[in-house]
């Protein structure tokens, strides 16, 4: 029994997290696998839209990382394999948008809100500077007066000791 | 002042998502687009049958199906390729995506052979050349051997009727 214990305490201490990629597909060179495991990070897997090749099980994920390990034995260069994958199935398949004309408006449409953003509370400030009067509410007429000083001494009474009576005057 | 900006931004976010939520993300465009069809060379799906290559998409428009026995949708679309290979307007060929021989040839077998010429593609590697990503995808391929469309997904009978009939009947004249 403690044998046992100790056994799957050892088996918890070594487990290593499940990867997609498979020990067939591994590179035997380290630093070659090392190339691969990065650019495949970096590349969408079409099938599963939101997940890199690296982390996704569906088979044409698997031949996209055995595709990017032949190019780069074959000696490829890191722009050469992902160029080699634009080619075929555009700038999707890249998780990183590349910065092209197309794309502007992804890059920048989070710099441009915030802009508009401090523009609109520039304005309104400075209005507000120039015009205090217009910016803060109308004060309130005699008549809604009374009805708030009603509504509030009606509430305040059973709880408070002292009641809000001085306002009614 | 204030409405008119309330009004103006509501309008830029339903056209955002009129835009965003009408489109189906998992339809992606051919990157192979106007380009001519990637070189391929593939074996017969049967003995003794020619296989299919580049070479074979050139001098008339044709149509390349990718297609597997396993693949549900291909079922679905089947009989409108039969009816596009009967109506004879236009050549089909088949490339069999990560399949195995003996189960391809059993789903054409069942279903009907609507392809002039099948590619047998177990691996999938002329898939990748082709940006396949899944199937069934459908390419119309014009004279001059470059790709001018790509449906991906079942061809169904509006997008026939509508976009790729027309689309043929523009390349062929």
């Known amino acids: ?169 | 002042m204030l409405p008119a900006l309330v009004v103006a931004v509501f309008a830029i976010i339903v056209v955002f998502f009129g835009f965003g939520l009408t489109q189906d993300p998992r339809k992606l465009p051919s990157a192979l687009l106007d380009q001519p069809v990637p070189s391929f060379d593939l074996p017969p799906l049967k003995d003794g049958e020619a296989g299919f290559k580049t070479a074979d998409l050139k001098g008339q428009v044709q149509l390349v199906n990718v297609f597997a026995s396993w693949c549900v949708p291909c079922r679905v679309e089947h009989p409108l390729l039969m009816r596009l290979a009967k109506e004879g307007k236009v050549q089909v060929h088949g490339i069999a995506w990560k399949d195995t021989r003996p189960n391809a040839s059993a789903f054409l077998d069942e279903l009907g052979n609507p392809y002039k010429k099948i590619g047998f593609d177990g691996t999938g590697r002329a898939g990748i050349d082709w940006g396949v990503y899944g199937v069934p995808e459908t390419y119309v391929i014009d004279r001059d051997g470059r790709i001018r469309y790509k449906v991906v997904g079942p061809i169904m009978p509006q997008e026939l009727n509508e976009r790729l009939l027309p689309l043929i009947e523009k390349l062929q004249k």
């Open chain 1, 1 to 169: 029994m403690r044998a046992l214990r100790l056994a799957v305490a050892l088996a918890a201490l070594f487990a290593l997290p499940v990867l997609a990629v498979e020990p067939d597909e591994v590179l035997k060179d380290p630093v070659l696998e090392g190339r691969a495991r990065e650019l495949s990070k970096e590349l969408r897997c079409l099938v599963c839209q939101n997940q890199s090749i690296d982390d996704s099980a569906a088979p044409l994920a698997k031949d996209l990382r055995i595709v990017v390990r032949e190019r780069l034995t074959a000696g490829d260069s890191n722009a050469q394999v992902i160029d080699y994958l634009t080619k075929r199935y555009g700038a999707f398949v890249l998780l990183k948008p590349p910065m092209t004309p197309a794309t502007y408006l992804l890059w920048f449409g989070p710099v441009l809100i915030l802009v508009a953003g401090a523009i609109g509370l520039f304005v309104m400030a400075r209005r507000r500077a120039q015009n205090p009067v217009a910016a803060s509410p109308a004060p309130l007429s005699d008549d809604e007066q009374r009805r708030l000083a009603a509504l509030l001494g009606d509430e305040a009474a059973p709880v408070a000791a002292k009641p809000n009576k001085g306002r009614r005057a």
